[in-house]
């Protein structure tokens, strides 16, 4: 059984097609990677998945079951821009994480916590960017989802921070559930991927295992990925 399967999808905004007839399954237990140019619908496409827009037409089911609040119980969804409230202290957002999600770890959120160097008692606006964006990412991935989607989780921040992302990322969500990363820092995270989907112009243009298309092509992904979407 599929962990998420799109059907005919489409998605316009006013007279502009964004997403075009996508149709895709994506099973458990694999770390994918969303990867397309500025434009080409991976923002779209995350948002409809997290019931956030709703499709023109098609449909996408999670577990075989349509969007909706079953979905979002399942799903633990990283946005690109930062939704949390600065003024909070980290031990405030934790608490209320845990009082939102029956599936949220407040064991396992205060043990990345730690090992991420983080004071739980500080606010978020005294911290870093890059600070702000581990502590988003310990609040959604001590959920045990189904599926986790990480739009940009490493954008703006340094390389060293980029590293422990990843290593968070890589060590801590649940086995069983998988990992949709949307980047355009592809030669960070392609050591991590499982599968890749290219999309263009709003369609699907290539899905395939990674080692596979490194295999096919003689190149890494990031390499793939410049010489199909060069301008």
Known sequence: MSLLTCHNLSKSYGKTLVLNDINLEIPSGKIIGLLGPNGSGKTTLIKLINGLLMPNSGEILIN??????????????LPEHSYLNFNMKV?????????????FDKEKAYQLLKKLNINAKDKLSAMSKGMKEKVQLVLVMSRKADLYILDEPIGGVDPATRDYILDTILTNFNKEASIIISTHLISDIEKILDEVIFIKNGQ???YGEADELRAQKGKSIDEIFREEFKC
């Open 64 to 77: 075989m079951k349509p969007v909706g609040i079953n979905s979002k119980k399942v799903i633990s969804y």
């Open 91 to 103: 031990n405030e957002l934790i608490q209320y994480f845990s009082d939102f999600y029956k599936d």
């Open 204 to 206: 699907i243009y290539l």
